[in-house]
């Protein structure tokens, strides 16, 4: 395991699909964040979980959005009835409890383009 | 006022050169302190970070943060075209990252 995987690297889609991508963490890591982030940003936290139960959900997280770790391993992040503001590239991060910093390590990233 | 702020640059400097990006934060909670790298259409990778005020280096980086002026800074000794990137700052409170806008920099050969 070299690092964090996501899954599509980039998604078109038209305005009102529903779109999934997927992220595989670090094996041993156990926490696991979503971003988003738009051209000229930094990222922008979404959520994250430790372990399987999702801990804290940002105010940018509307109700078209959800995300699900069933297992504690790999996560889902969803969004249904896409709009053109949701093209962003939505990264994600995981790392694990104990050290000094929780420190993360992020993938490369899905790039959403909502047509 | 956003919780960390960053120059966006861009920033072009000759190869060589010593390179200073910044950054400042509004709550004097924060504790932990970070700089990533981001290359174009890739995800940020962790470069260093730091909880306590001083210099902390490693290589070519130096990470400076001075808490009661709330200023966060990153030198690159010896830029090289390689260091050509995004440079993110990012603030640990909690449970919480803040990351700035990043800054963009060009080294040129």
């Known amino acids: 395991d070299t690092g964090v995987s996501q899954n599509p690297r980039h998604k078109i889609t038209k305005r009102g699909q529903n779109v999934t991508f997927r992220c595989d963490p670090i094996?041993?890591?156990?926490?696991l964040y979503w971003y988003r982030q738009t051209l000229g940003q930094g990222p922008e936290f979404l959520t994250y979980?430790?372990?399987?139960?999702?801990?804290?959900k940002s105010r940018l997280l509307s109700d078209r959005f959800s995300a699900e770790r069933p297992k504690g391993s790999f996560s889902t992040l969803e969004i249904q009835r896409t709009e053109q503001g949701d093209s962003a590239m939505y990264l994600c991060?995981?790392?694990?409890?104990?050290?000094?910093?929780?420190?993360?390590?992020f993938g490369p990233g899905t790039r959403l383009t909502v047509l | 006022q956003k919780e960390v702020e960053q120059d966006p640059g861009p920033l072009s400097v000759p190869e060589g050169a010593i390179v200073s990006l910044n950054c400042t934060y509004s709550?004097?909670?924060?504790?932990?302190f970070m700089w990533y790298r981001q290359y174009s259409r890739k995800g940020p990778e962790l470069l260093m970070y730091?909880?306590?005020?001083g210099n902390k280096e490693d290589g070519r980086f130096t990470a400076q943060v001075d808490k009661s002026s709330k200023y966060i800074s990153l030198f690159i000794r010896d830029s090289q075209p390689s260091d050509s990137a995004t440079y993110l700052c990012?603030?640990?409170?909690?449970?919480?990252?803040?990351f700035g806008t990043g800054t963009s920099l060009t080294v040129i050969p």
């Open positions: 991060a995981s790392s694990s409890l104990g050290g000094p910093t929780d420190t993360q390590y």
């Open positions: 094996s041993e890591h156990n926490r």
């Open positions: 979980f430790q372990n399987e139960a999702q801990l804290e």
């Open positions: 709550n004097s909670a924060f504790q932990y």
């Open positions: 730091t909880y306590s005020s």
């Open positions: 990012a603030i640990l409170t909690g449970n919480q990252f803040y």
